[in-house]
C-alpha cells in the first residue's frame, strides 16, 4: 500500500452539495480530527480548498468564500473556485 493510499482514507467525506456547476465537498481528517472544505467549480476548473478547525467545519461548509475570505485566501483564488 503507498503512503499516497494510506493518506487518503484518513479522510471521511461528510457532506456534499451542488449547485449548478459549483461543488462543495466537507471532509474530515481522522488523524488530525480537523477538517477540510474543498469547493470545485466543473465549468471553469478552479478549486477551492481550506483547512478547518473541527468546530468551525459546519460554518465553513455552509459558507465557503466567507470562511476562506475570513482566513486570508485571496479575492482572486475565491473567484476562481466560484
Known amino acids: ?5 494510506c493518506e487518503r482514507s484518513r479522510l471521511l467525506e ?6 449548478g456547476a ?3 465537498t466537507l471532509f474530515w481528517d ?6 477540510v472544505v ?7 476548473g478552479g478549486c ?9 467545519a459546519g460554518y465553513a461548509y455552509a ?3 466567507a470562511y476562506a475570505a475570513a482566513r486570508g485566501v485571496p479575492a482572486s483564488d475565491i473567484a476562481r473556485a466560484a
Open 30 to 35: 481522522r488523524g488530525t480530527g480537523s477538517a
Open 22 to 24: 459549483v461543488e462543495v
Open 48 to 56: 477551492l480548498q481550506v483547512d478547518v478547525e473541527g468546530a468551525r
Open 14 to 19: 461528510l457532506a456534499r452539495r451542488e449547485q
Open 38 to 44: 474543498v469547493v470545485w467549480n466543473w465549468s471553469s
Open 63 to 65: 459558507h465557503p468564500y
Open 1 to 5: 500500500m503507498s503512503s499516497r493510499t
